[in-house]
């Protein structure tokens, strides 16, 4: 494994800046440059998995038809890559202000990333995002902070 000053990290940290960008200026075409073309995708919202990059960036555009304006941060973005592999995890929050004007702070939630090395290039292969959960009522937990 490679050490979390390499070139490798460096570009990832870069992919993962740009799926932030995209977000925030609502870019699915940005987006779909970042994953590859098979991304599996475990997201907070049904299906259980979103399979392929059409599927991937359909749910992005669910929800920036439900934002007017649309922020997404990432925090304790931790990574561990190999020659053509890797895998990340942070925590992740989307706020903004919602297409009928009321503004959210929105949830934080886990993010893991898969990445793969493309012809040269860190792609995201597979993400999965969750919530903790209460056992007892089955509720996702969605007032937790990093």
Same mark, same amino acid.
């Given at each position: 494994?490679?050490?979390? $000053?390499?070139? *490798?990290?460096?570009?990832? %940290?870069?992919?993962? $800046? ?5 977000? %925030? ?7 779909? %440059? ?7 995708? +475990? $997201?907070v ?9 059409? *599927? ?8 920036f038809?439900? +934002? ?23 925590f ?5 202000? +919602? *297409?009928?004007?009321?503004a ?5 939630? %886990?993010?893991?990333?898969? +990445? ?26 969605v007032?937790?902070?990093?």
């Amino acid at each position: 494994m490679t050490t979390p $000053d390499s070139a *490798a990290d460096a570009d990832i %940290r870069k992919q993962i $800046d740009a799926v932030v960008a995209a977000l %925030r200026s609502k870019d699915l075409e940005a987006l779909r %440059r970042v994953y590859t073309a098979d991304v599996v995708s +475990f $997201d907070v919202e049904p299906p259980l998995q979103h399979v392929g990059i059409a *599927a991937k960036l359909e749910n992005w555009a669910r929800v920036f038809r439900v +934002f007017d304006t649309l922020d997404y941060e990432i925090r304790d973005l931790r990574l561990t890559v190999g020659s053509d592999l890797a895998y990340g995890h942070a925590f992740g929050r989307l706020s903004g202000t +919602f *297409a009928g004007g009321a503004a959210t702070n929105g949830m934080w939630v %886990r993010v893991t990333y898969g +990445f793969r090395k493309l012809d040269g290039a860190w792609m995201i292969a597979h993400d999965q995002v969750s919530v903790p959960l209460d056992i007892v009522t089955g509720t996702g937990v969605v007032d937790l902070e990093p």
